[in-house]
T-cell receptor, first 116, second 112 residues
């Protein structure tokens, strides 16, 4: 399988706990994105990496959120001290910069977070 | 700010054509995209159009772009029950770096 892989697919946690999601992008893709999607909404941009460098962060990304991509391959998104408002689907996507491609995003199936 | 707008619901009969509309905000967007999301799944790229094109056809899909009005549409010919899903329009404005901006999605229901 050469698609974008995310885990866990579902996470239920109590308010105040920390959670971490992992994303494995398509292997040759140098860009990796995190989006958040709530019910009835389109994906909202959180952050993106080019290789291991985090190049852009949304103002939606509070101090409780941190993302890493230490070796330019997989990425983790950690949410500390979760709040009920953090309940959402967290989507990872990857893309390939350069060449004749259009830079389209390839999405994983998402990690659904429920904060009780 | 940036807002991509779509109508939220569309219902059609099997075999009819579906037309999903989108209004985007940034005329600098080089590419405009249509993504499809089925229940419990991630988004899947359906098609895209380059900003210097007016129309693109890809099998049952036709994309029309009106740059003057910043209006994008997706037509699905001979709609099938398997086309039932949420369809998202997306742009990538130059002023927003590499950030893709998505609309809220149009839920297409195909009735037998």
């Amino acid at each position: 399988d050469t698609g974008v892989s995310q885990n866990p697919r579902h996470k239920i946690t109590k308010r105040g706990q920390n959670v971490t999601f992992r994303c494995d992008p398509i292997s040759e893709h140098n860009r990796l994105y995190w989006y958040r999607q709530t019910l009835g909404q389109g994906p909202e941009f959180l952050t993106y990496f080019q290789n291991e460098a985090q190049l852009e962060k949304s103002r939606l990304l509070s101090d409780r959120f941190s993302a890493e991509r230490p070796k330019g391959s997989f990425s983790t998104l950690e949410i500390q001290r979760t709040e009920q408002g953090d309940s959402a689907m967290y989507l990872c996507a990857s893309s390939l910069l350069g060449g004749a491609n259009t830079g389209e995003l390839f999405f994983g199936e998402g990690s659904r977070l429920t904060v009780l | 700010g940036e807002d991509v707008e779509q109508s939220l619901f569309l219902s059609v009969r099997e075999g009819d054509s579906s037309v999903i509309n989108c209004t985007y905000t940034d005329s600098s967007s080089t590419y405009l995209y249509w993504y499809k999301q089925e229940p419990g799944a991630g988004l899947q790229l359906l098609t895209y159009i380059f900003s210097n094109m007016d129309m693109k056809q890809d099998q049952r899909l036709t994309v029309l772009l009106n740059k003057k009005d910043k209006h994008l549409s997706l037509r699905i010919a001979d709609t099938q029950t398997g086309d039932s899903a949420i369809y998202f329009c997306a742009e990538r404005p130059k002023n927003y770096g590499q950030n893709f901006v998505f609309g809220p999605g149009t839920r297409l229901s195909v009735l037998p």
